[in-house]
């Protein structure tokens, strides 16, 4: 008698790899263009004089604007004295 492996043999398709390397492809368009949003939210901050807080504690939906004497949210309009 011949015993059962436990283990069922994997095959990967073809299909497969190309539908990863499309995902990989995605995911680093995806992060450049965060870098490049980045940088420009940045660059707007330091023109208009104001600075990019943290997530914005009502709804996390946006960093907050930071501002000399206050703070808000430009997603929901939280807005917080400083």
Do not use: F, K, W
Not at 6 to 14: C, M, N
Not at 20 to 40: F, I, M
Not at 50 to 56: P, T
Request: hydrophobic share 25%.
């Amino acid at each position: 008698m011949i015993p059962l492996t436990a283990e069922p043999t994997i095959r990967r398709d073809e299909d497969d790899d190309e539908g990863e390397a499309d995902l990989e492809d995605r995911l680093d368009s995806l992060e450049r263009e965060q870098t490049r949003l980045e940088r420009t939210v940045s660059g707007l901050a330091r023109e208009s004089n104001v600075s990019i807080g943290g997530s914005c504690p009502h709804c996390e939906e946006a960093y907050m604007i930071q501002r000399t004497d206050s703070m808000y949210c430009p997603a929901c309009r939280n807005r917080t004295g400083m």
